[in-house]
């Protein structure tokens, strides 16, 4: 699905943003790319979608190379980034005038997510809307383009309580065999129940990356009052209902991926954890 | 090269949907001036700040930049869509515009001061009467703009503008320094008068520059980045 190799990227010369980062993204799976901010997650999802080029190495996604914006690649990716902005129009003609280049954009599919987003007026101007719920428009519309990879940063921002919870909702149901969904976040309690793979980008690399399971059948995330006797803690952080801990999995338990709690092990114990899920022979 | 007239109309039919709000409101300026002032002197400025227009959403906040470049049409496609919009239809909005500001002072003229027709309007304006070389003059401009527009990602028109002053200035210095240095003073002129250059080499100029600048914003489009 996506393949990267050596990439190299710098917005101002000598001072590298991307710094030769090889990846393989497997299709069908939802991929949540972590890091801190600033640490160059959008300048990767650019790189893929062929907003920026590189300066050295390969991308190859859905096939192509996204510098060179083949009209079919286009078709079958959608952008969504962090900020956007809308034109002062109606939400149907929005629809009626972008959706023409997708030959797989299904109407009907749109206003049914709409309508999971609680968005009914389809005359309503985009313009005047608040920024989540143009947010949600837009996620819907990209959705249903039926785009084999949709690249989402930060798509939580600006979403309030329950249409994050939709916004889950939604995405696990437009999920199928043929699409991957990468979603670019800071705010990694949003990607709960959601995410089958973690990619961590720390600076210039990618230090992470797994699926959810690989994660869990190499670590455990458990919660203990005391955690004095616990051998193999990698990390830990004090909550309200007791230590929160994640430590490596040696006697194959079983448990749920917290991945804010994975997430600051990995930047609290890095070499460590990357080494534990290197090790291919657990 | 992906080449698909049905998406050039839809990208123009695109653009009419988002900008025909600007569009009418830019005619309706046009008819308002032309009507007041009741001659076409104006011209050249409508299509100045029409040119600056070009590649608007390339031309503009990362935001929309983002989205042209990623909508599902090849770089050909949205150069030729741009093209359209520049060379076509903007010149055509300015050209019914003016006129229709020209015909709405006749009617005024006529039917509330009672005026006849040929004291009031001059049916033979400028930028018909010379049009040969009004064009000799426009193209290369109007390539200029366009060229600026997607080289640059914000006030392209502007730029573009700057660096021609900037280019003129450069010129009449040098030409100025020159002209001290052999003559011992500056009574002088060594810029080639326009009336002494032979027809065709104004359109091998004129041509030449459209070409290198119309060439040089299909290539600059297609190394665009956002």
Same mark, same amino acid.
């Given at each position: 699905?996506?393949?990267?190799?050596?990439?190299?990227?710098? !917005?101002?010369?000598?001072?590298?943003?991307?710094?030769?980062?090889?990846?393989?993204?497997?299709?069908? !799976?939802?991929?949540?790319?972590?890091?801190?901010?600033?640490?160059?997650?959008?300048?990767?999802?650019?790189?893929?979608?062929?907003?920026?080029?590189?300066?050295?190495?390969?991308?190859?996604?859905?096939?192509?190379?996204?510098?060179?914006?083949?009209?079919?690649?286009?078709?079958?990716?959608?952008?969504?980034?962090?900020?956007?902005?809308? !034109?002062?129009?109606?939400?149907?003609?929005?629809?009626?005038?972008?959706?023409?280049?997708?030959?797989?954009?299904?109407?009907?599919?749109?206003?049914?997510?709409?309508?999971?987003?609680?968005?009914?007026?389809?005359?309503?101007?985009?313009?005047?809307?608040?920024?989540?719920?143009?947010?949600?428009?837009?996620?819907?519309?990209?959705?249903?383009?039926?785009?084999?990879?949709?690249?989402?940063?930060?798509?939580?921002?600006?979403?309030?309580?329950?249409?994050?919870?939709?916004?889950?909702?939604?995405?696990?149901?437009?999920?199928?065999?043929?699409?991957?969904?990468?979603?670019?976040?800071?705010?990694?309690?949003?990607?709960?129940?959601?995410?089958?793979?973690?990619?961590?980008?720390?600076?210039?690399?990618?230090?992470?990356? =797994?699926?959810?399971?690989?994660?869990?059948?190499?670590?455990?995330?458990?919660?203990?009052?005391?955690?004095?006797?616990?051998?193999?803690?990698?990390?830990?952080?004090?909550?309200?209902?007791?230590?929160?801990?994640?430590?490596?999995?040696?006697?194959?338990?079983?448990?749920?991926?917290?991945?804010?709690?994975?997430?600051? =092990?990995?930047?609290?114990?890095?070499?460590?954890?990357?080494?534990?899920?290197?090790?291919?022979?657990? | 090269?992906?080449?698909?007239?049905?998406?050039?109309?839809?990208?123009?039919?695109?653009?009419?949907?988002?900008?025909?709000?600007?569009?009418?409101?830019?005619?309706?300026?046009?008819?308002?001036?032309?009507?007041?002032?009741?001659?076409?002197?104006?011209?050249?400025?409508?299509?100045?700040?029409?040119?600056? #227009?070009?590649?608007?959403?390339?031309?503009?906040?990362?935001?929309?930049?983002?989205?042209?470049?990623?909508?599902?049409?090849?770089?050909?496609?949205?150069?030729?869509?741009?093209?359209?919009?520049? #060379?076509?239809?903007?010149?055509?909005?300015?050209?019914?515009?003016?006129?229709?500001?020209?015909?709405?002072?006749?009617?005024?003229?006529?039917?509330?001061?009672?005026?006849?027709?040929?004291?009031?309007?001059?049916?033979?304006?400028?930028?018909?009467?010379?049009?040969?070389?009004?064009?000799?003059?426009?193209?290369?401009?109007?390539?200029?703009?366009?060229?600026?527009?997607?080289?640059?990602?914000?006030?392209?028109?502007?730029?573009?503008?700057?660096?021609?002053?900037?280019?003129?200035?450069?010129?009449?210095?040098?030409?100025?320094?020159?002209?001290?240095?052999?003559?011992?003073?500056?009574?002088?002129?060594?810029?080639?008068?326009?009336?002494?250059?032979?027809?065709?080499?104004?359109?091998?100029?004129?041509?030449?520059?459209?070409? #290198?600048?119309?060439?040089?914003?299909?290539?600059?489009?297609?190394?665009?980045?956002?």
């Amino acid at each position: 699905m996506i393949e990267i190799n050596n990439l190299k990227f710098s !917005y101002k010369r000598n001072k590298m943003v991307i710094d030769d980062i090889s990846l393989n993204i497997e299709k069908g !799976y939802i991929h949540g790319l972590l890091g801190k901010n600033g640490i160059g997650k959008t300048t990767l999802l650019k790189l893929m979608a062929g907003l920026l080029f590189p300066n050295s190495g390969d991308i190859e996604v859905l096939g192509y190379t996204p510098m060179q914006r083949k009209v079919g690649f286009l078709q079958d990716i959608f952008f969504l980034s962090e900020e956007f902005d809308v !034109y002062k129009m109606s939400i149907e003609n929005y629809v009626k005038l972008n959706s023409v280049f997708y030959p797989k954009f299904s109407e009907t599919d749109f206003y049914n997510y709409l309508e999971e987003f609680e968005i009914t007026d389809r005359k309503s101007k985009l313009n005047a809307l608040s920024f989540g719920t143009k947010k949600k428009v837009i996620i819907a519309f990209g959705l249903a383009t039926h785009a084999r990879l949709m690249i989402l940063d930060e798509p939580t921002n600006g979403l309030d309580i329950p249409s994050k919870a939709q916004f889950r909702k939604i995405i696990l149901k437009a999920m199928n065999d043929e699409t991957t969904i990468i979603i670019s976040t800071h705010q990694v309690r949003d990607l709960h129940n959601l995410i089958d793979s973690i990619l961590i980008m720390d600076e210039r690399n990618i230090l992470i990356n =797994a699926s959810n399971r690989e994660i869990t059948s190499k670590l455990y995330f458990g919660v203990e009052k005391d955690i004095s006797n616990i051998d193999n803690i990698l990390y830990s952080e004090d909550n309200i209902g007791g230590n929160l801990f994640v430590k490596e999995n040696r006697e194959n338990l079983e448990s749920n991926l917290d991945i804010e709690l994975f997430f600051n =092990a990995v930047f609290h114990n890095k070499e460590k954890i990357k080494s534990i899920l290197s090790n291919n022979n657990k | 090269m992906e080449l698909n007239i049905n998406r050039i109309i839809n990208l123009i039919k695109r653009d009419i949907g988002i900008y025909w709000q600007t569009y009418l409101k830019a005619m309706l300026a046009i008819i308002s001036v032309q009507a007041i002032a009741n001659n076409t002197d104006f011209g050249l400025y409508w299509f100045i700040m029409a040119f600056t #227009f070009a590649f608007k959403e390339y031309n503009n906040s990362t935001k929309l930049r983002i989205q042209i470049t990623n909508l599902p049409a090849s770089n050909l496609e949205k150069y030729l869509y741009s093209f359209f919009i520049i #060379f076509l239809l903007f010149p055509l909005i300015i050209l019914i515009s003016m006129y229709g500001g020209l015909l709405l002072r006749y009617f005024l003229d006529v039917i509330v001061f009672g005026l006849t027709f040929t004291q009031t309007i001059d049916l033979t304006p400028s930028i018909w009467s010379s049009m040969t070389s009004q064009i000799l003059i426009y193209a290369p401009m109007v390539s200029i703009f366009f060229f600026g527009n997607i080289y640059f990602n914000k006030q392209g028109g502007l730029k573009m503008i700057f660096y021609i002053i900037a280019f003129s200035l450069l010129v009449f210095v040098i030409n100025a320094i020159i002209l001290y240095f052999i003559t011992g003073g500056l009574s002088h002129s060594f810029i080639i008068q326009g009336s002494s250059i032979p027809e065709f080499v104004k359109y091998i100029v004129s041509f030449g520059i459209t070409g #290198f600048f119309i060439i040089l914003a299909y290539l600059s489009l297609t190394e665009k980045e956002v």
